[in-house]
């Protein structure tokens, strides 16, 4: 396609390149967005079957950057709604707060099992596990490893498909940071005060009609601006040379076709970027990436003919009987996400790898899975399930299993110091579990590197100090290099 090379390619068409590619245009800085799926969003997409809506996983929108608040309400506005949250824990068939409430625990586990998790917690403080290297160490430090097996260990295994002892600790201090049994106490009896945890909060937004609707209504301002946002544009070639990356190949209906640029902004997986390098990058930076591992995920969506069924947003499932690990009610997610309102959608969330069994399951045997699940766990009838279907999304969650932080950072410093036009953005792109906020200001970031600021990318927090709680303490400043800083030394091996 025969565009100037004065322009920036941005690789992916998710939160964090269609950001990219809005900060641009408002700086008057062409660019153009290559997604290889046929929708934008990435995971925050929303798919429409039979005009019943829904999102891959439940996206809340909240946020402590005030730029990031501020684009969601310049492109949603009014569509933008203000939701209560309830979600709760289903564990020995019974519901669980989460928040967790004292006394809703006490009488779901009982006096004893009550005073034997006290027990368990308050020897996890007199002893705790040091060093403190794995997920199950750090909630056992916190909880108690009573609590931790009641209330942690089944879901968190069902989420990543390996034991909780080979999940490195840095994934429960990003995605739970701050969250104890003290501060779930003190949270129960505030009274709806000051919330300063994540995994806490009472209320949320989001827009009418699923996550997707931001992206969809984005993508759309961007080809006003100038910006194309091209679909089905799959990048298989990366070519540099000179330590600059001079065009990206794609795959596409129209064959291969060739993307010139200045500068380049990619949020693809990490494994994806290094193999499509060329000329390839070395056999200790391609070892790197390949040991980056992911959780792949399936949506089965039942169609359920009732009113209502449950007053959840979601559920945990922490039930080892039955494979479904969360079950989103999108109804209470926002009422335009069903076109009928004499009917309830629950989407049926499973945790799997690319090509494992239920992967390669037929739609309709999954489907049957999920009515046999659910009707087990007592929500509703099998009379009452009147449709489904299924989703597959690959790569959904990177895995912080054992040395992935080490295989990062040996890609990192090699397209660092090799590859000076390129940037990572997005949860894929630096291979973080982050939420849509963090993808967002990595990518304004990018963008304003390429009008001249200095931000290091990889010092923007995933949790400034907490999404929720309004703060002036974030500074901008805390995320840019020194000035004249050198890019980060690499081992001569890989130079």
Known sequence: MPYSSDRVVIIGGGPAGLTAAYELAKHGKAAVVLEADNIVGGIARTVNYKGYLFDIGGHRFFSKWDEVNQ?????????????????????????????????????????????????????????????????????????????????????????????????????????????????????AFSNGGKQNVKSLISSFYYPERGPGQMWELLA??????????????????????????????????????????????????????VRALQPAAPPEVLR???????????????IVNRRHVVPDNWIYVHDPSVKVGRIQNLKNWSPAMVPDHEKTSLAMEYFVFKNDEMWNCADTKLIRLATREIVKLGLVRQDEIVDGTVVRMPKAYPMYDNGWLENVDIVHRYLDANLRNLQLVGRNGMHKYNNQDHSMMTALYAARNIMGANYDLWAVNTEPEYHEEKSSSIDSSECRRPPYAEPPRVKSQIA
């Open 288 to 302: 790197a990436a390949e040991s980056l591992r992911y959780r792949d995920f399936l949506t089965v969506v039942l």
């Open 71 to 187: 684009i969601w309400r310049e492109i949603l506005g009014h569509r933008m709604l203000e939701r209560q949250r309830l979600s709760r824990i289903f564990y020995r068939n019974r519901f669980f707060f989460y928040p967790l409430k004292p006394f809703n625990v006490f009488f779901g586990m009982g006096l004893w099992e009550s005073l034997l998790i006290l027990g368990s917690y308050l020897k996890s403080r007199l002893f705790p596990s040091r060093p403190e290297q794995t997920l199950e160490q750090w909630v056992c430090n916190r909880f108690g490893s009573r609590l931790y097996k009641a209330f942690f260990k089944t879901y968190t295994e069902k989420v990543w498909g390996v034991p909780c002892s080979e999940i490195h600790a840095t994934w429960a201090a990003q995605r739970i940071k701050g969250l104890s049994l003290v501060s779930a106490l003190r949270h």
């Open 220 to 273: 759309d301002r961007l080809q006003q601006l100038g910006q194309p946002v091209l679909l089905e544009q799959r990048v298989i070639r990366i070519v540099h040379h000179g330590g600059r990356v001079e065009k990206v190949v794609t795959a596409g209906a129209r064959g291969e076709e060739l993307y010139y640029g200045s500068d380049f902004i990619s949020s693809m997986p990490i494994r994806s970027l």
